[in-house]
């Protein structure tokens, strides 16, 4: 993953998971393991699309509805993946199988933060170490495929949530992922930002993390 979408996820996680909207450069930096250089260029191309804006010790995220969009058009997902293969078992099943640190993206990091999914799904798509996966699940030569393993990154471990990815991390992959499954649960996503002040989101999310941790 480029370090830029690093910053993203970064500057997304502390929108929709813990409410804030002014921060500065040099934390972000800091977080990210990156240079100032790099979150300083990220933040002023933010700048001309309005999405945030400069202030002097820092800058505010005005529209994240344009930033989550930006990072989602901008992402390139296949060039995470590690490798794809079929597997006979059901998509319940292979979550089950997979290592503890695996990180839970798209269909099924969408239903670990929200215990509900818009309609059924067949593909897994996971953060994890390729080489602990392959133990259980081999490459195969089938054509179709059924779990995509996906390279995880030190910064991404920081934030998971519970077995999955961050809010935004799943809308943008789930935008990369596309295809009629993929924009169904992108429908619903969209419902939450649009009907939920970011504060509401938050604790959405929260709500039902802990209602999952319960049973």
């Not at 002097?56 to 058009?73: D, M």
């Not at 640190?101 to 099924?108: R, V």
Request: glycine share 2%.
């Amino acid at each position: 993953m480029r370090k830029i979408d690093w910053v993203l996820r970064e500057i997304l996680f502390r929108v929709y998971e813990k409410n804030e909207i002014f921060m500065t450069q040099k934390s972000i930096a800091a977080t990210c393991g990156l240079s100032m250089d790099t979150v300083n260029r990220l933040v002023t191309k933010l700048d001309r699309l309005r999405a945030v804006e400069k202030r002097p010790f820092g800058f505010r995220v005005t529209e994240p509805k344009k930033v989550l969009t930006y990072w989602a058009a901008t992402r390139n997902l296949p060039n995470d993946i590690a490798y794809m293969t079929f597997s006979p078992y059901s998509p319940d099943r292979i979550e089950d199988a997979l290592p503890e640190e695996a990180i839970f993206t798209g269909y099924s990091g969408y239903k670990f933060t929200f215990k509900t999914t818009p309609v059924p799904y067949e593909e897994v798509f996971v953060y994890a170490d390729p080489d602990e996966v392959r133990k259980k699940f081999p490459e195969s030569n089938v054509k179709d495929h059924n779990l995509v393993v996906l390279k995880s990154d030190p910064h991404l471990k920081l934030l998971k949530q519970d077995r999955s990815a961050p809010f935004a991390q799943l809308y943008v992959d789930l935008w990369q992922i596309g295809g009629p499954t993929a924009n169904r649960f992108l429908l619903e996503m969209e419902r939450k930002i649009e009907s939920q002040p970011v504060e509401a989101l938050k604790t959405l999310v929260e709500r039902a993390r802990k209602s999952q941790e319960e049973e």
